[in-house]
């Protein structure tokens, strides 16, 4: 009765081992077609904001479920090892530059390099230098990266078409870096048998607006990409190519962008992780043999793609996007760094004006939204420039100084909205959000300073072309808030000449039509930050001469340097103390009354909703194509009535 049984036990035994050979035979078989399986976790466009937002005092990182924020890179820690931890295949987690400056904590960077640190503790392994990483100057990119390899903490940094220039100090200190191996052209490393090569690209536009970054540039995208591709394929012989990009995308379905002519152009890249332009990308866009995604900014998603990889092929097997939200609790080593860059910010930077990071400082009945037309938000920051200036130029009492007619904002600069959250109020760190950025020209502080200079009348109207002519083709960052004015244009007339009519003025005071003819010689006080007012020089470079502006000083002399003009906060001390624009507004905003009697500012019901300073009018109305026209408008109605005429003669 035994042997039937043992023999049965026998065959079975012979079955399973050969089912399990088979098994192995086909997965190695499964591997060396092309079977290997990896799963890239990626980010790109932190911008320092390191805190679950909108606003940070709602943040709460040990519970889920109770609150509406979005991000925190200690809910993005916890993905992390999530995924980790659940996957069989092995993972690389890589950020497309961006990292630095948008919160409080890039004004520690310097000295404590928590952006980097804490993303080599999250576990990511490859990131790549953005633009905005160049906003402390070369020095300071060089001091923010010897922070974080002093504690031990800096993840593998790649860039590839950084140019240095050798006739130049001042970027040798970011040179040695490169020098030293902390930041490299590309990186080789394997992950579950696959030889991966990736490299680091600066974007062309990207390049453009990373004015402090000189006299560093930057080589064509195009022909670097080329090089790094044959050089990880072919020396170092890798069987995936990621390229890192920090060039971007114009719409999220790929339709136009750098990165899209980046793949289309560049053959051999398998995944393009993009970033610059924070722009959310729902399903990978496939070019080619290319695969290109990003995921909007600021943290709030991670995406992750999952590949098989072998034969020289790559193929998508999933890619998902995950929100980070309250459903996510925090990982709490993370978040105690994150806790405790928090109070060095309050210690070195906030304490000696009598703040700290969550104080609050006003409360607000509705959100402040941003958007590329007039804008809540935006006459909110712009009006706190006029008053930030007038604080410190201008005597009310005595009439000393002259006000501030004007003040300008870029949307660019305008870095995130403000939202009354569920309670409504607003904290120090919340309101610097809006206006982080730029870094001191007098001093080694950060913070763009305000700057204050006279234009003309028809000076003004150029200003204002930069909305409607120049913002339509160079994107939103272009698109300017204003205050003390507003105005109407028309899009049907001649570009560059769009501006129907200006009145200057604003609710308090009133409004009067601005006389815009060459015949007005007097002069208007302008409030700005000093990077929007550098850019009103080189307007004029734009547009071939066109809407050339001089920035002039109150006795109608031209500026030669802006750094001549910088507000200063303390006239009493020897020196220009500049006044940074996040301080302004931060003034500004807890100078508001205490409507409800708690012992807080509110922001005042009139900026609930923008207050129509800029209104285009379409028409075909030949008074709106026609009033207050200059040189463009009479070049082009002469090229029409002399192709009228020859048609005319023709006919004839």
């Known amino acids: 009765m035994r042997q039937p049984f043992i023999r049965g036990r026998i065959i079975f035994l012979l079955v399973s081992l050969g089912i399990f050979l088979f098994s192995t035979v086909a997965l190695s078989a499964g591997n060396m077609n092309g079977d290997h399986k990896i799963t890239i976790i990626h980010t790109n466009d932190i911008h320092s904001h390191l805190l679950g ?7 709460t990182p040990y519970t889920t479920r109770d609150d509406m924020t979005v991000g925190g890179i200690a809910r993005i820690a916890t993905i992390i090892k999530q995924i980790k931890e659940t996957k069989r295949e092995d993972v690389l987690v890589l950020d497309a530059g961006d990292f630095m400056m948008g919160s409080l904590f890039h004004m520690i960077g ?21 633009n905005h990483e160049f906003d402390l100057r070369p020095s300071g990119l060089a001091r923010i990266i010897n922070a974080a390899a002093k504690e031990g903490d800096l993840p593998a940094l790649v860039s590839s078409n950084v140019v240095f220039d050798p006739a130049d100090k001042e970027d040798d200190t970011l040179e040695e870096i490169f020098n030293e191996g ?65 060039s971007g995308l114009d719409d999220p379905k790929g339709k136009s962008g750098e990165d899209v002519t980046l793949a289309k152009k560049v053959k051999g890249i398998d995944a393009i992780i993009s970033g610059h332009t924070h722009t959310l990308v729902e399903e990978p866009i496939v070019v080619g043999d290319t695969l290109i995604v990003q995921v909007g900014c600021y943290g709030q998603y991670v995406g992750v793609l999952d590949l098989s990889v072998g034969e020289g092929k790559v193929s998508l097997d999933r890619y998902r996007l995950i929100k980070i939200d309250d459903s996510i609790k925090a990982d709490k080593e993370i978040q105690q760094m994150v806790e ?12 000696g004006g009598g703040l700290c990071f969550g104080k609050v400082i006003a409360e ?39 006000r501030t007619d004007i003040a300008v904002e870029s ?56 909305i409607t002519s120049i913002y339509p083709i160079k994107g939103s960052d272009y698109f300017l808030q204003v205050s003390g004015l507003k105005f109407r244009y028309n899009p049907h007339r001649v570009i560059f000449d769009r501006v129907v009519d200006i009145y200057i003025g604003d609710d308090e005071r009133g409004y009067r039509l ?42 109608g002399n031209p500026i030669k340097d802006m750094r001549d003009v910088i507000v200063d906060a303390d006239p009493d001390k020897p020196g220009i103390q500049e006044l940074k624009e996040w301080m302004g507004f931060t003034e500004y905003v807890a100078g508001f009354d205490d409507t409800d009697g708690d012992g807080i500012s509110d922001i005042p019901l009139r900026y609930k909703a923008p207050q129509g300073r800029i209104t285009p009018v379409r028409s075909w109305n030949p008074i709106l194509l026609l009033k207050n026209s200059t040189y463009p408008t009479w070049i082009a109605s002469g090229g029409i009535i002399l192709v009228l005429a020859v048609i005319v003669v023709v006919v004839l």
């Not at 405790?340 to 304490?351: F, G, P, R, W």
Request: glycine content about 8%; overall charge negative; charged content about 25%.
């Open 53 to 59: 937002f909108g606003p940070n005092i709602d943040y």
């Open 110 to 130: 310097r000295q404590e390099g928590v952006e980097l640190r804490t993303l080599k503790r999250m576990g990511y392994d490859v990131v790549t230098i953005g």
């Open 182 to 246: 902390l930041v490299t052209p590309y990186r080789v490393m394997s992950k579950g048998g696959i030889k991966i090569g990736i490299f680091g690209l600066m974007g062309k536009d990207a390049a453009e607006v990373a004015p402090f970054a000189a006299p560093v540039k930057f080589s064509d995208q195009i022909e670097t990409a080329k090089k790094m591709v044959d050089t990880l394929r072919n020396d170092k012989d890798v069987d995936l190519v990621i390229c890192l990009s920090h």
């Open 340 to 351: 405790d860059a928090e109070d060095i910010v309050t210690k070195d930077v906030l304490s």
């Open 364 to 402: 607000t009945g509705f959100d402040l939204i941003n958007r590329e037309q007039d804008s809540n938000l935006g006459n909110l920051v712009a009006d706190s420039i006029r008053y930030a200036i007038d604080e410190y130029e201008y005597n009310e009492v005595s009439h000393k100084g002259q």
């Open 411 to 466: 949307n660019g600069v305008i870095r995130d909205d403000i939202l009354m959250g569920t309670t409504g109020r607003l904290a120090v760190c919340d309101l610097f959000r809006a206006v982080p950025l730029g870094v001191g020209m007098r001093e080694d502080t950060l913070g763009y300073p305000l700057v204050s200079v006279y234009l003309n009348a028809s000076e003004i109207k150029k200003a204002l072309e930069v």
């Open 514 to 555: 601005l006389d815009t003819s060459a015949k007005n010689k007097e002069l208007y006080k302008v409030g700005s930050n000093i990077y929007n007012a550098s850019f009103l020089k080189i307007i004029g470079d734009f547009t071939w001469g066109i809407l050339t502006i001089v920035p002039k000083d109150k006795h």
